[in-house]
């Protein structure tokens, strides 16, 4: 039995909450904004680069991060990144397909993938999951090495034609020969990402995450369905990032089954929980922050791993938030020192 | 004084559950904790084992300041608990959970003797002992928890509610084998929702409401007190 | 099919299932009494078998003596691991799985960059081949198996018979309850991890002789041992080794039939398609 009682503490909380929300929206748009404009200032091949494959990175890291907070450790994000490339690759140069028809189909393939896997394993504790996906994965690589017809074997596929262009008679002409049009590309895939993202998690869905996080009985006693909203959000997901997927394929015009390893996955866990799990801020902020400070060791692969696992063991023990939780920590830090010092104030005899 | 608790305080995050308790057991008795669900009874007894760490106050055992002890010390020490809800690991066998209650002694022969105690406390166990103690009933479940707190050979035992969810018939056995234990010298420290029984069989009894004490005194008074039998006995 | 090519294949069954089993040993282990699923198990599998290279090859010390040194050492760095990194986030269960995870590839990466990236050569101490029943067999294989066998049968032993290990199963299922009998909780995962990374380690030393040593080798068979032990039923050590010995069957035939490239995507498949039909592997264990 507990006792319940109203808590004002606890309303004004939520309240809070609201703003602060509202506020990050807010803070949302205008960095979208913001990022919009980039290109009319920055000309740089090499900084566009980067970005874009920020954005992309931030629709693997995203989507990924969703599904672990549905209490699932995914363990094969690379398998379904990989179905979204192969697929969409596949389609435009042997079907024939138009990219912008081939992108979302790619989607649908990998969501179809993930409801295949998923229904049967996600009943589970998470660590099955986590060695069927990371298997998943490892299986279709094996299987894209294995046949070179149609998947170019261990050379992957070279030569991958460019989005299709778009024209806007009188207007423009969207061709994709510049960077400048890719970067528009990926930054719309990935706001569309996040929003999409966003709605699942304000939606009845996002409470349902929420009451899985608490315990899965939980949920389940008050007669929520928890496995069709796991197998939906693992599908919705799998598909947004089989889409970045496309997008990266038609983008560098050339893939193979080691850009599709579980070190993806290993990367897109440690942007996660050094930036912070608990919100997309953070780890969007992993994302960036490992992904600039990565460009340091930029061709040295092994010293780039070893800064971001020691990263991640060091944020694991020190600063089990995250990056994210930096700033409150800080705050926090500074307003209990004041506390004290009030307490020193009052108990002072004189 | 076997046992010696002041003014404990334990929390759990920013929640006081103990708020400053004291109290006593002498060698040879046995004194009964009772309270209402939630009135911090297992967490006293947690914390004399060990488990949880107080906020404040001090707790002497043989005179000796339990402070920063590790759980395993204090079973060495003497002092054993049964907890709430029997909690035998239920993949071993009988044999295999009272061995587990011996396991930090090294005095072979005593624990030799023990095992014969505990078996003849609980012939119940004796048909059993190759079983898995999952398979056992819940009253079985309970003897093997009160059979295993017996192996660490203990000067104090901690019962956190050996009664519960056991039938009449299996109540009444129960109690008479706490009284027969006694009577073998063991102290023990018994926390109980059934109070009409427990006051029954102890020399001494405190009543506990939300982390503090309300009542203590011998056994005998305080079945008489019109308070406590209105709040406790059910009229 | 002739019946010595019958009983050659078997021979090879159990040989390549005996290093699988070994691998897997550890890591169920580990889940098994302290539901963590140790990533690391690999890097420490890396670390036994360069530890072959570093203490045979270029220290020239005796393989027999290299061997209990490595499983050691290894086994108490998995010590320090545990009291520096695991221990102050043992409840968390999930920091657990990332912190096991950054270790593999951490010290993977380290691997890259202390022990380079050109394959290791470690000297083989048995030459030759034993044979029975017209098959053979290279007699460091059949080491292998040997100190495998020996090793489950000890680690067996340890478990059901010794008062530690009573201790361990006993924290496996309830460690508050393990604590009320003064099995003290970090003890039993000390002593957890000592085990575990020294199984890692063993399979390493083993292999060394047989495999080519690269860093990456630890990942490979991190996901190896995973089928494994997902085949076998989480957690369950018959279960592993019935599992093991089925891979190298089918890897043994596989090979000899199909070649091994396509053996190990079948393999894969298989494994996968079983554990997405009945997820709980051959034992059905399931742990809440
Ligand atoms: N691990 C814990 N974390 C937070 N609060 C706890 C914890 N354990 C107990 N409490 C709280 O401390 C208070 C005392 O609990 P305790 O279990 O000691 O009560 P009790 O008297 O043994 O009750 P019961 O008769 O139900 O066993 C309760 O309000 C309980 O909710
Ligand atoms: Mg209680």
């Known amino acids: ?350 | 004084m076997l046992l010696e608790v002041r003014n404990l305080r334990i929390r759990y995050g920013k929640v006081e559950a103990i708020r400053g308790v004291s109290l006593d057991v002498e060698e040879g008795t046995l004194v009964t904790l009772i309270g209402a669900n939630g009135a911090g009874k297992s967490t006293i007894l947690k914390s004399l084992s060990g488990l949880v760490p107080p906020f404040a106050g001090e707790i002497r055992f043989q005179g000796q300041m339990l402070a920063g002890w590790k759980p395993a010390r204090i079973v060495k020490a003497g002092m054993a608990q049964v907890p709430e809800g029997a909690r035998v690991f239920a993949k071993l066998t009988v044999a295999e959970n009272l061995q587990a209650g011996a396991y930090l002694r090294k005095d072979k022969e005593k624990v030799a003797l023990d095992y014969q105690r505990v078996l003849r406390h609980f012939p119940i166990l004796k048909e059993r002992l190759n079983q898995k103690a999952g398979t056992m009933s819940g009253g079985e479940r309970q003897m093997l928890a009160f059979g295993r707190a017996l192996m660490n050979g203990p000067k104090l035992l901690l019962l956190d509610e050996p009664s519960l969810g056991l039938s009449p018939l299996l109540v009444h056995e129960i109690f008479k084998i706490i009284e027969a234990i006694k009577g073998e010298g063991v102290t023990i420290l018994l926390v109980e929702q059934n109070a009409r029984k427990a006051l029954e069989v102890a020399d001494k009894a405190y009543v506990f409401e939300t982390g503090r004490i309300v009542f203590e005194g011998p056994a005998h008074e305080l079945m008489d007190s019109e308070e406590v039998k209105k709040a406790y006995l059910g009229g | 099919m002739e019946i010595t090519e019958l009983i050659q294949i078997t021979v090879n069954a159990i040989s390549i299932g005996a290093i699988y089993a070994l691998l897997a040993l550890g890591l169920t282990l580990l889940f098994g009494i302290m539901d963590i699923l140790f990533f690391a198990h690999g890097a420490m599998y890396m670390l036994g078998a360069y530890a072959a290279y570093y203490l045979c090859t270029k220290l020239g010390l005796n393989y027999f003596v290299a061997l209990p040194i490595g499983v050691i050492l290894i086994g108490l760095i998995g010590v320090v691991m545990e009291k520096g990194l695991f221990r102050p986030i043992r409840n968390d269960h999930v920091a657990i799985i990332f912190l096991a995870i950054g270790l593999n590839w951490f010290l993977e990466s380290t691997g890259f960059v202390v022990f380079g990236l050109r394959p290791k050569p470690v000297a083989s101490v048995f030459t030759g081949q034993a044979h029975f029943f017209g098959a053979t067999i290279s007699w460091e294989r059949a080491v292998v198996v040997l100190i495998g066998l020996l090793a489950v049968l000890a680690l067996y032993f340890f478990l059901m018979k010794t008062r530690w290990g009573l201790g361990m199963r006993a924290f496996a299922e309830d460690p508050l309850t393990a604590e009320l009998q003064g099995i003290s909780n970090d003890t039993v995962c000390s002593l957890g991890f000592l085990i575990g990374c020294g199984l890692a380690a063993l399979a390493g030393l083993l292999v060394a002789p047989i495999f080519i040593l690269t860093p990456t080798m630890g990942s490979h068979a991190v996901l190896i041992s995973l089928l494994v032990i997902g085949l076998g039923g989480l957690g369950s050590i018959p279960g592993a080794l019935i599992s093991a010995f089925i891979i190298g069957i089918i890897e043994s035939f596989g090979t000899s039939y199909l070649g091994a490239d396509i053996t190990w995507g079948m393999i894969f498949i298989f494994v996968i398609i079983f554990l997405i039909i009945r997820p709980t592997g051959i034992m059905g264990v399931v742990r809440e």
């Open chain 1, 1 to 350: 039995m507990t006792r319940v009682r109203p808590d004002p503490d606890r309303q004004g909380k939520f309240l809070g909450e609201m703003k602060a929300q509202q506020k990050s929206r807010l803070y949302f748009l205008g960095l979208f904004v913001l990022l919009g404009l980039v290109p009319l200032v920055l000309r740089s091949e090499y900084y566009l680069h980067v970005l874009i494959a920020m954005f992309y990175h931030v629709i693997y890291a995203t989507t990924y991060r969703f599904i672990l907070r549905t209490g699932q450790f995914h363990f094969g994000a690379h398998a379904f990144v990989g179905i979204g490339a192969y697929a969409s690759v596949l389609l435009v140069m042997r079907a024939g397909w138009s990219f912008w028809l081939a992108m979302p189909a790619a989607g649908l393939i990998a969501a179809f993938f993930a409801v295949l896997i998923g229904y049967p394993t996600l009943r589970l504790k998470g660590i099955y999951f986590a060695i069927i996906t990371w298997g998943f994965g490892d299986t279709l690589r094996f299987i894209y090495m294995r046949f070179k017809e149609p998947f170019g074997g261990p050379l992957g596929i070279f030569a991958i034609p460019g989005p299709n262009p778009i024209t806007i008679p009188g207007l423009i002409t969207i061709d994709f020969s510049q960077k400048t049009h890719f970067y528009f590309l990926a930054l719309a895939l990935m706001i569309v990402t996040l929003y999409i993202l966003h709605r699942m998690e304000q939606s009845r869905f996002g409470l349902i995450f929420g009451a899985i996080r608490e315990g899965d009985r939980l949920a389940r006693a008050v007669g929520i369905n928890i496995m069709n909203y796991k197998v939906l959000a693992f599908a919705v997901c799998s598909g947004l990032g089989a889409m970045a997927g496309s997008f990266y394929a038609h983008y560098t015009y050339y893939i193979s089954p080691l850009d599709f390893s579980v070190l993806l996955t290993i990367y897109l866990a440690i942007y996660t929980v050094v930036g912070g799990q608990e919100r997309y801020a953070g780890v969007i902020v992993g994302t960036v922050v490992l992904m600039l400070a990565g460009e340091v060791f930029a061709g040295y692969s092994h010293y780039q791993l070893l800064m971001y696992s020691g990263f991640l063991i060091v944020i694991l023990l020190f600063l089990p938030g995250g990056l994210i939780s930096l700033p409150g920590l800080l705050t926090r830090v500074g307003s209990r020192a004041e506390e004290k010092e009030g307490e020193k104030f009052r108990n002072d005899p004189a």
